[in-house]
């Protein structure tokens, strides 16, 4: 039988500065001087204005949930010991919204509006950014 491992992301020209950052636990992102706007993801161009000077920055990677799902059926078998999980979009306090998986014990109490923290799953050569709850007030801060 073959074992069919999780997905992994293939970073591309513009995606590679933010994978690298991955690689080192730092979540990277966007920023456009031009309008002063984060973007997330990576593009050659502020989605915004049209602008190419983009500059990159670091997140302190926490945030706010903006919606939340529980999957219970998985995409894969490779998906199977992990389900019940929570995938969530993720507005981070710098000003952009992603969408990651929040690593909880009770998947089903993760709720919109809960603060959470980024944390790295390392996949092979790739580090792929999750979420947990941020586990007391003062890790919100
Ligand atoms: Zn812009």
């Given at each position: 039988m073959t074992e069919i491992g999780k997905p992994v992301p293939q970073p591309t020209p513009e995606s590679q500065p933010y994978w690298d950052g991955c690689l080192r636990g730092e979540l990277l992102y966007q920023h456009c001087a031009a309008c002063n706007r984060a973007q997330f993801?990576?593009?050659?161009?502020?989605?915004?204005?049209?602008?190419?000077a983009l500059e990159w920055r670091r997140s302190e990677g926490r945030g706010t949930l903006h919606a939340v799902t529980v999957v219970y059926?998985?995409?894969s078998a490779a998906f199977k010991p992990d389900v019940p999980y929570a995938v969530a979009l993720v507005d981070l306090d710098e000003g952009f919204r992603m969408m990651a998986n929040v690593l909880s014990?009770?998947?089903?109490?993760?709720?919109?509006?809960d603060r959470v923290t980024v944390t790295f799953e390392r996949r092979g050569d790739i580090a792929l950014p999750q979420f947990r709850p941020c586990a007391s007030p003062g890790e919100d801060l």
């Open positions: 993801y990576p593009r050659s161009a502020c989605a915004s204005c049209g602008a190419t059926r998985p995409p014990a009770a998947p089903e109490a993760v709720a919109i509006g």
